[in-house]
Structure formats: C-alpha cells, structure tokens
C-alpha cells in the first residue's frame, strides 16, 4: 500500500507518468508477493484507472474500473466508473457532430429518394 499511497502522491503532483510507474511497480509487488487481499488489488486497480482518467484514455480507465469492481464491489468505484462512462459517452456524441459527415450522410440520403 505504501506505493498507492506514493502513486497518489504523485497524482496530486500532476505528475501522471510517475504515478502511472508507482501503481505498476505496486502491481507487481502484489503479484510477486502472491498477495490475496481482494480489496487491495481493488484499490490499485481504482487507482490506475483514476490516472488514465486524468490522463485523457477514458477506454483504459473503464477498463481498470471494471477490473477493480470484479475484486471488490466498492461503491464509490462504481460511482467514479458511471462517471467516466458518461464522459466517454458525451466525447464521442460531440466527435460525431461533423459538418462534412453530415453532408455525406445528406447526400447519401438525398441519393436514396432519387
């Protein structure tokens, strides 16, 4: 845990690519310890999925959320999850307003009637 706790340390430094290396450096001494505490990997899972998020990548952030929520059903993960989900959702309704797609799809249209 000392590593979530230094990943989220650098998560309020904005410095994302150190706290991205701090949650893999942590995974890892999870694995190699064969650690079984569920809510532990839960968190970490959480917490690399919190800096994907904040770095942009709502597609890997959903993915880790997802991740956390089969180790641990935590609440407020599936909340921060719904979240991102509706961003992701909100982003690609704007990316498809186009003008020039809308003119293709008109003239696709306008080409059908005829």
Do not use: C
């Amino acid at each position: 845990m000392y590593y979530n706790n230094k990943a989220a340390a650098y998560i309020e430094l904005k410095q994302l690519d150190a706290a991205l290396e701090t949650i893999e450096i942590a995974l890892k001494v999870a694995v190699d310890t064969q650690l079984k505490d569920f809510q532990k990997h839960a968190k970490l899972f959480a917490r690399k999925a919190s800096i994907f998020a904040k770095k942009g990548d709502l597609g890997a952030s959903l993915e880790w959320y997802q991740k956390s929520l089969l180790e641990d059903m935590n609440p407020k993960v599936k909340v921060e999850m719904k979240q991102i989900e509706k961003q992701k959702k909100e982003i690609e309704s704007k990316a498809y307003i186009n003008p020039v797609i809308a003119e293709e799809h008109n003239e696709k249209g306008n080409l059908r009637i005829n």
